[in-house]
């Protein structure tokens, strides 16, 4: 079945340290990509987007990610998380074959930052 | 800027009871999604509307129903309840296909 895969669960950083979060998927063709970011009770707000052109994009505070085609990946990475970067992160994926509104959430992952 | 408006937040209801949770945007947007959240497996999308008078089934569509009368709301109902159905629910909406969605606040849905 088509997916989007976050490997990580949940993940504990000192602050300072450096983070990778996992994203794959398992669409074909032209695909839109998409981070998530959700602070404790609130609600999803966009950290990044990929839709084409240069592969390494920078979204808000700090946070980039890199389109590998070749790997399906699009990792969430920031070389030194704070404290308030504890949150659920969600990869995203519109599969722009199917139906253009059909946006692909992977299972999320729990960042938890350690002051 | 409201954005998009979710009501109610929290709501309790009995199996076999019916309700509907409602979702506004002052965004103009033409696109709007319902999803609902559970733990370990992410949002996964309910239905969702290219515009008003058009409405599509997404990944897990049984047991919901959506309308789309006007561009600004898209309501979601429960006709039967059941406790399979408790969730976060958080209604999205966007400019375009494929574009970055703006999220509600989310309603907290339990069903006993």
């Known amino acids: 079945a088509q997916s989007v895969s976050q490997h990580n669960h949940h993940v504990i950083l000192s602050e300072a340290a450096s983070l990778e979060l996992g994203c794959n998927y398992s669409?074909?063709?032209?695909?839109?990509l998409f981070w998530y970011v959700q602070y404790p009770g609130q609600h999803l707000q966009l950290l990044l987007k990929?839709?084409?052109?240069?592969?390494l994009v920078k979204g808000i505070k700090g946070f980039e990610a890199e389109f590998i085609k070749s790997k399906f990946s699009f990792n969430l990475r920031k070389p030194s998380v704070q404290w308030s970067d504890t949150a659920e992160y969600f990869c995203?994926?519109?599969?722009?074959?199917?139906?253009?509104?059909?946006?692909?959430f992977g299972a999320g992952t729990r960042l938890t930052v350690k002051p | 800027n409201a954005g998009v408006t979710q009501t109610p937040k929290f709501q309790v209801l009995k199996t076999g009871q019916s309700m509907t949770l409602q979702c506004a945007q002052d965004?103009?947007?033409?696109?709007m999604s319902w999803y609902r959240q559970d733990p370990g497996m992410g949002l996964r999308l309910i239905h969702y509307?290219?515009?008003?008078?058009?409405?599509d089934q997404g990944e897990v569509p049984n047991g919901y129903n959506v309308s789309r009368s006007t561009t600004e709301d898209f309501p979601l109902r429960l006709l039967s309840a059941a406790p399979s159905q408790t969730s976060v629910y958080f209604c999205?909406?966007?400019?375009?296909?494929?574009?970055?969605?703006?999220f509600g606040d989310g309603t907290r849905l339990s069903i006993l």
């Open positions: 999205a909406s966007s400019s375009a296909e494929g574009q970055p969605q703006h």
């Open positions: 965004m103009n947007h033409e696109y």
């Open positions: 509307s290219v515009g008003a008078g058009i409405t």
């Open positions: 990929y839709f084409s052109g240069d592969p």
């Open positions: 669409y074909g063709g032209t695909v839109n």
């Open positions: 995203a994926v519109n599969p722009s074959t199917y139906n253009n509104n059909d946006m692909r």
